[in-house]
């Protein structure tokens, strides 16, 4: 078979593939974010390693679709991708995939948003967008996924208002 048959044959299979598992990743972030730990255990690793690969076999718009959108997933998702440290590469890539997803919620962040004092929506987009700065440095697979996520967000009819992607520009 060729590439692009062997790939179709795949697709199919993606959703109950990669959703148990995103799944296990949406609750596994969250309780880890609310006890504060943000040290990734080596099976859990594995599992991001995985979906890592999928991504590079399938293409991150293909294995994209799989992952939760949740808005109450913001703020674990950017707490955990702030504490990955750059030897777990593909944790990076994945959280940033990820995160790209969310923050095209259709909600303004400052309804997401858990602190709601004062300035909090700009410090946690600026939070987002200094994460992205940082990983946009790197090269490979991180810089794509973060750029991915940089864009999505900075496009956003609140950060335009804000006057956030201009200060990024």
């Not at 596994?28 to 006890?35: E, P």
């Not at 750059?86 to 962040?109: A, E, G, K, N, R």
């Not at 973060?146 to 335009?160: E, G, W, Y």
Request: hydrophobic fraction near 40%; include cysteine; glycine fraction near 4%.
């Amino acid at each position: 078979m060729r590439y692009q048959e062997q790939s179709s044959v795949l697709d199919p299979l993606l959703g109950d593939f990669i959703e148990p598992i995103m799944k296990f990743m949406q609750i596994h972030t969250r309780v880890c974010c609310k006890k504060g730990e943000h040290n990734l255990s080596w099976d859990v690793t594995q599992l991001y390693e995985l979906i890592f690969n999928l991504c590079n076999v399938r293409g991150h718009k293909t294995v994209v679709k799989f992952f939760p959108h949740e808005a109450a997933d913001l703020e674990p998702v950017v707490e955990m991708l702030h504490f990955q440290n750059s030897q777990q590469y593909w944790i990076t890539c994945m959280l940033c995939l990820w995160l790209s997803i969310i923050v095209i919620v259709p909600f303004d962040i400052t309804s997401i948003d858990s602190k709601k004092e004062g300035d909090s929506y700009e410090i946690l987009v600026k939070r987002i967008l200094n994460i992205g700065k940082e990983h946009i440095t790197n090269a490979g697979k991180i810089r794509d996924y973060a750029s991915i996520m940089v864009s999505k967000l900075i496009t956003r009819p609140d950060c335009i208002k804000t006057g956030e992607t201009k200060n990024f520009l």
